[in-house]
């Protein structure tokens, strides 16, 4: 009987022994679960941790290398891209055979406040002085430029694109280091221009850098893309910042240079002028829509004076609609007739046998007006 109950606690003992290893065994299979998932969890964030870092190395080092690529230009980084025109080094190759092509400046770095489209409008000078103005403008306000659209409903109506009269591409890179100029807007930029969230106005008539910082600034942020559709209306020119007047002398007489088509064909036309001995050329400013205009009418009869009064009641935008003739005159604000040209080439002793050419339009009257310049000047050439 004992010997029975002692065996039966010894199954008991052995028994319950046997239990707690399996809920030991159970333990420790549940913490090591624990411990590699835990592992396994630092080892994941390890690696991604690793990733990151080297990601971020990698494209520091790419834009570092390709930062020194733009600044040294191929020299010291061959098969790396920049801004550096090859067509200009191998003019420049030509002209001074060993001498290092010259290598455009970095781009300046800003935080840009928005897109500026402008529309200019008027005679090619008045478009490109316009140019001017909007490239210092958008420099000012830190905003990016897209390439100026040129006037094809004036007057003129010529259908020339911007690229068609200058090379575009040395007008946005010779300009890199002062302001960011695009050929056109951002897809999604010019998306919301289609959707009408954009704004489009003409700016104050010839006001300064103030006015475009206090009001213009202002709009191209809340909007994003502002269009100035008229740059007639455009930079005052004196009383102007010299770092202004600077940039807009930079941008005239080196950014906006002519494609090639035209320099070659100017080139042509120079050589063959030349054939001819010395020459002279004038530009009168006495076309139709100046005199209109101005307001200048002195020398014209009646019917002449009240077709450019009607001309200039035509042109919304030309704001000035009574004008006196006289004291615009007597203000120094009207061109020369060509009566008075004739009298100041011969007070300036000018060769009465020089060849003489008219860069200009049709001139007003032209027939009655151009008697006396042609008599005084008999090779007088005009189109």
């Not at 025109?85 to 935080?111: D, I, M, T």
């Not at 020459?279 to 014209?300: I, N, P």
Request: hydrophobic share 40%; proline share 5%.
């Amino acid at each position: 009987m004992c010997r029975i109950e002692r065996t039966e606690k010894k199954c008991v003992e052995i028994g319950q022994g046997r239990g707690r290893e399996k809920r030991e065994m159970r333990g420790r299979l549940v913490n090591g679960v624990e411990i590699v998932k835990k592992s396994f969890s630092k080892s994941n964030m390890k690696v991604w941790m690793f990733r990151a870092t080297t990601s971020v190395l990698l494209w520091t080092c790419i834009v570092q290398l390709t930062t020194i690529g733009e600044l040294w230009g191929p020299r010291v980084l061959k098969g790396w891209p920049s801004c550096f025109s090859h067509e200009s080094a191998s003019l420049l190759q030509e002209k001074l055979p060993g001498v290092p092509a010259r290598v455009l400046p970095p781009k300046r770095v800003y935080r840009n406040n928005g897109y500026l489209v402008v529309s200019c409008n008027g005679g090619l000078n008045q478009m490109r002085a316009a140019i001017c103005d909007m490239v210092a403008i958008a420099r000012y306000l830190n905003v990016t430029l897209i390439v100026p659209e040129l006037d094809k409903t004036s007057f003129w109506a010529d259908p020339s694109e911007f690229q068609d009269i200058f090379d575009v591409d040395h007008f946005i890179t010779s300009l890199r280091d002062e302001v960011r100029i695009l050929k056109a807007l951002p897809p999604r930029l010019k998306r919301r221009v289609e959707l009408g969230m954009s704004y489009s106005m003409a700016p104050i008539s010839w006001s300064d850098i103030s006015y475009y910082s206090d009001q213009i600034l202002p709009l191209i942020q809340k909007y994003k893309v502002l269009h100035l559709n008229r740059t007639d209306t455009r930079l005052a020119n004196n009383n102007q910042p010299l770092e202004i007047q600077k940039l807009r002398c930079r941008v005239n007489f080196g950014a906006l240079r002519f494609t090639s088509q035209i320099e070659e064909l100017g080139k042509r036309v120079i050589r063959l002028l030349r054939q001819n001995g010395p020459f002279l050329v004038l530009h009168l400013r006495y076309e139709m829509d100046m005199l209109a205009f101005s307001g200048c009418t002195q020398g014209c009869n009646m019917e002449e004076v009240e077709e450019l009064t009607r001309m200039r009641y035509a042109y919304p935008w030309w704001k000035e609609k009574v004008i006196n003739s006289d004291l615009k005159r007597k203000d120094g604000l009207c061109p020369l007739t060509p009566e008075e040209t004739a009298l100041t080439l011969r007070a300036l002793d000018i060769d009465p046998s020089m060849q003489i050419y008219i860069a200009a339009g049709e001139i007003y009257g032209a027939e009655r007006r151009m008697a006396s310049l042609a008599a005084a000047f008999p090779k007088l050439v005009s189109s």
